[in-house]
């Protein structure tokens, strides 16, 4: 059973269109996050939900919209898509203040 | 969240130890020592935390100084699979609430036959 997945693994787009990444977690924890791992591979936190509650919000252009239908749900809806969005968006989950446990990571490559 | 300094990279042979080193020289009282690693093309993967004592598990163990400014992550028995780069990470633990996780460079660990 895969603890934390995403889908899709990869995603080609085009600039300006809208996109949504699917994220469920089978771990019964009430924190959720979603991560930007840009090209120079550093990995930066973008959101993190709490029982279906935003409580990080890490200045993220709001073309991102995080929703959280249930706590074991976190999807990821991008807006008008550009280049700069390429990168490999990581979600995860953790008990509160415990470890987290990530995805494998949705490629997204905006052309 | 405090930061940490980690070297950028190091090799080690396989079957001999990995030792890894990070600084965290800011760290606060209630800050626990995080170590989590991501294997290529996958999503970082916890390995190992503390707060004070040394720690060991399945995976690893951490030894923290003393004075709690640095931290050495040990894998007894490095094989290629560890191939991998190393994030050492500080934040305070569930009293802080709501905390997220502050990625650095990391150290990319070279396992060689």
């Known amino acids: 059973d895969t603890a934390v997945s995403q889908t899709p693994k990869y995603l080609v787009t085009q600039m300006g269109n809208d996109k949504s990444i699917k994220c469920e977690q089978n771990l019964g924890h009430d924190t959720m996050y979603w991560y930007k791992q840009d090209s120079k591979k550093f990995l930066k936190i973008m959101f993190s939900y709490n029982n279906k509650e935003l409580i990080i919000n890490e200045t993220v252009p709001n073309r991102f919209s995080p929703k959280s239908p249930d706590k074991a749900h976190l999807n990821l809806h991008i807006n008008s898509l550009e280049l700069g969005d390429s990168a490999v968006y990581f979600c995860a989950s953790s008990p509160l203040g415990g470890e987290a446990f990530f995805g494998q990571g949705t490629r997204l490559t905006v052309v | ?24 020289s800011t760290i606060s009282g209630n800050e626990y020592v995080y170590w989590y690693r991501q294997i290529h093309s996958q999503g970082p993967q916890y390995i190992i935390h503390g707060l004070k004592n040394n720690e060991t598990n399945e995976m690893a163990s951490l030894i923290i100084t003393e004075d709690r400014k640095s931290s050495t992550l040990i ?32 150290t990319r660990l070279a396992v060689h036959p």
Not at chain 2, 1 to 24: I, V
Request: net charge positive; hydrophobic share 35%.
């Open chain 2, 1 to 24: 969240d405090a930061k940490t300094t980690q070297p950028p990279s190091m090799d080690c042979a396989e079957g001999r130890a990995a030792n890894l080193p990070c600084n965290h």
């Open chain 2, 75 to 106: 894998l007894p028995h490095a094989t290629l699979r560890d191939t991998a780069v190393y994030y050492c990470i500080v934040r305070a633990g569930i009293s802080g609430g709501y905390n997220k996780l502050i990625f650095g460079a990391g």
